[in-house]
């Protein structure tokens, strides 16, 4: 990685501000989030090419659904576009891509495409992408724990074999490791709902750049401030040893 820094595996993105980018350009909110997914595509290029293993972006809460349908409707346009588009630029990256979140409310053929991004990727070796669609951390962990009791009803697994660990393997994201890095941009000092227990112990960091004027040096300061951090995990540092 450029300038000795240490190497995330993973980076978590909260992509917020395409509307107020928009706003204020007087533009449609929809441009606003026509530019973000513009953004996305350079920033995954950026992360492949600086080593980061995974990253995760926030693409549309169980939330969203809540918005002017207008918007919905040209949000659900852009997935159909970029989900071509991001096929090309993953085949040009070696990137897999791999999509969390309940996909089934989704049109069929948003959910085709979907599936064919995923199937067509599936053995890239670089990067690996994590698109959160239709995804929400309370309705992940709810389905995650229904799960957990139909295989305790069915006897395939006890009480006693609960972990911690046992228990991410039925989160959406099961295999992935968590994000050492969660960033948020347009200045919001909330989680959203977002990988709540996948970033339990991660860093963060939240810049007031608008998503859709996001770039590699905005990343790039966002892994520099990492650096300058200690993770401790529920321990004492360092410093606090001596």
């Known amino acids: 990685m450029e300038e ?3 190497i995330l595996a993973h980076v978590a993105l909260i992509l917020d501000g395409n509307g107020r980018w928009a706003k204020k350009r007087g533009l449609p909110r929809q441009l606003g989030h026509k530019k973000g997914c513009e953004t996305v595509e350079q920033i995954v290029e950026d992360a492949a090419r600086l080593g980061i293993r995974y990253l995760t972006v926030y ?9 002017p349908a207008e918007e919905v409707g040209a949000l659900m346009q852009l997935f159909r576009y970029y989900t071509k588009r991001l096929l090309k630029i993953a085949k040009a990256n070696n990137v897999r891509v791999r999509m969390i979140g309940e996909r089934s409310r989704f049109a069929p053929d948003i959910v085709e495409g979907i599936d064919s991004l995923e199937r067509e990727t599936k053995d890239n070796t670089g990067l690996t992408f994590v698109i959160a669609v239709n995804y929400g951390s309370r309705d992940e962990i709810t389905r995650a724990v229904k799960k957990v009791m139909e295989d305790v009803k069915a006897g395939r697994i006890t009480e006693e074999e609960m972990t911690e660990s046992r228990f991410a393997s039925y989160l959406d994201t099961a295999g992935i490791p968590d994000p050492d890095l969660l960033i948020r941009t347009s200045g919001e000092l909330r989680l959203s709902n977002y990988l709540l227990w996948q970033l339990a112990y991660s860093e963060l ?5 608008l998503w859709p004027d996001f770039n590699k040096e905005e990343l790039l300061e966002a892994i520099r401030q990492y650096n300058k951090r200690e993770r401790r995990f529920g321990g004492v540092s360092q410093t606090e040893k001596k």
């Open 205 to 209: 960091y939240v810049t007031d750049c």
């Open 59 to 67: 693409g549309f809460s169980t939330e969203n659904w809540k918005r």
């Open 4 to 6: 000795n820094l240490k």
